[in-house]
């Protein structure tokens, strides 16, 4: 079973950065694309950065620049560095797997599954 475990979360200002981090539990990580996805408070979930099996990435546009997303196979991990942090950016954060046949793929960023609690991100001054 497909299972993450999302941590790394704040509160910060307008400009600061948080590194994300999510544990994945139940299967073998480097066998799936994995991406993080947000979720603002009356918003629907989107994804903002997928990372796949060879480490091609993948940004959404309001993100570019600001956010890096790296994994670690031998230990199971997925981060995401977050950057420049705006207001805008506050949500709840969440990683997900999913398998393409195509080691170069992470996108579409649908149909992605294990969704954890999440961590929140909050950008205020």
């Known amino acids: 079973q497909v299972q993450f475990v999302e941590s790394g979360g704040g509160l910060v200002q307008p400009g600061g950065s948080l590194r994300l981090s999510c544990a994945a539990s139940?299967?073998?990580?480097?066998?799936?694309?994995i991406g993080w996805f947000r979720q603002a408070p009356g918003k629907e979930r989107e994804g903002v950065s997928c990372?796949?099996?060879?480490?091609?990435?993948y940004y959404a546009d309001s993100v570019k620049g600001r956010f890096a997303i790296s994994r670690d196979n031998a230990k199971n991990m997925v981060y995401l560095q977050i950057n420049s942090l705006r207001p805008e950016d506050t949500a709840v954060y969440y990683c997900?797997?999913?398998?393409?046949?195509?080691?170069?793929?992470?996108?579409?960023?649908?149909?992605?599954?294990?969704w954890g609690q999440g961590t929140q991100v909050t950008v205020s001054s």
């Open positions: 997900a797997a999913k398998y393409f046949m195509q080691w170069s793929r992470c996108i579409p960023m649908d149909g992605y599954s294990g």
């Open positions: 990372i796949s099996r060879n480490d091609g990435t």
């Open positions: 139940g299967f073998t990580l480097d066998n799936y694309a």
